[in-house]
């Protein structure tokens, strides 16, 4: 009985957990290193040390190292940034961060805190 009523109090927890989780939405890097006190350079060179990220050679776009891609971390954002002379499209693309990978970046650098402490 008391087993039935906590999971009947838990259960909007856990949909709106889910919920969250799975939403197609994606979180620039800037939004999650404000909520941890950082700067979005700070945030990505932290990652970039603990060997979650690095940058193209054309030191453009951060790309998860292989580890850590196909976990739904991120997803790919494409933006128009204008049209060519042949009224064409040209679009760019940049890495979001769903919300299993904002949780993941919140682990990681709990687990690894004091390390990047001084970084900050």
């Not at 060179?45 to 190292?65: C, D, M, P, S, T």
């Amino acid at each position: 009985e008391g087993l039935e009523k906590t999971i009947e109090v838990s259960k909007p927890k856990v949909d709106y957990y889910h919920k969250v989780l799975n939403s197609s939405n994606g979180i620039i890097t800037t939004t999650i290193a404000q909520e941890l006190g950082r700067t979005p350079q700070s945030l990505n060179k932290a990652l970039e040390k603990l060997g979650v990220q690095y940058k193209r050679k054309n030191g453009k776009i951060w790309i998860l190292k292989k580890e850590y891609q196909n976990k739904g971390y991120t997803l790919t954002r494409t933006s128009v940034i204008g049209e060519n002379k042949r009224n064409e499209k040209n679009t760019t693309h940049s890495m979001v961060w769903t919300e299993t990978g904002r949780e993941f970046i919140h682990s990681i650098l709990e687990n690894n805190g004091e390390q990047l402490a001084l970084e900050v």
